[in-house]
């Protein structure tokens, strides 16, 4: 079992620290960010099982930030709560029933801080361990990642939308990561493949050499 990661977008240093340091004293790790596109960058990175964030960020705001994490993750979004000051209530509350999962007013208590988080974070929260149930179903899927992720091969996710295949795609880079071997440091990339025209397609997913079609100046890999 690992010790659950937070990921807290605070762009007030002094409260991010405290946080930061409190968080750490109750034995959770922290990835603490200032802002907006830090948050995004955060959460290609890592699946998250607590998202704390402020409402009013320097580059964006709440909406955006729920947004990023809606479309990501679908049905299976981990909870995202705000810290709102008096001000933005009404936006914090618009927020959940857009899908966040709470929202916690300034200035607040650091105890009640805490004990909020242990009711928000899922049970048995560690990591990406906890995004797996107990079904037989879901057991059976995590020993497929598992088995998935020491392969070399390509792997092909399907599902409707909103079932969770960018996730299942984001536990078998995990996985990949936490093994030796040549492609255990390389980044995990997502894209819109609808955004993509047809003609480009194959070079995006497969590569091309230089030359193989015109505008082809350089080797894409």
Sequence with gaps: MTTPTVLVVEDDPIM?????LRL???????DLVSDLCAARK???TRLYPLVLSDIRLPDGDGGSLLATMLERYGGCCPP????????????AVRLVRQGAWDYIQKPFDLDALIQRIGEWMPPGTHDDDAWFGISPASQALEQLIDRIASLDLPVLIQGESGTGKEL??????????????????LP?????????????????????EA???TG???RHH
Excluded at 168 to 185: E, F, K, S
């Design 16 to 20: 991010g620290e405290s946080l930061q």
């Design 24 to 30: 750490r004293l109750e034995n959770y790790n922290v």
């Design 42 to 44: 955060a959460l290609q």
């Design 80 to 91: 995202l709560v705000f810290m709102t000051g008096y001000g933005s209530v009404e936006q």
């Design 168 to 185: 299942v795609a984001q536990h078998i880079r995990a996985r990949i990561a936490a093994q030796p071997g040549a492609r255990h440091d």
């Design 188 to 208: 995990m990339v997502a894209i819109n493949c609808a955004a993509i025209h047809e003609g480009l397609l194959e070079s995006e997913l497969f590569g091309h």
């Design 211 to 213: 030359g193989a079609f």
């Design 216 to 218: 082809a100046n350089k």
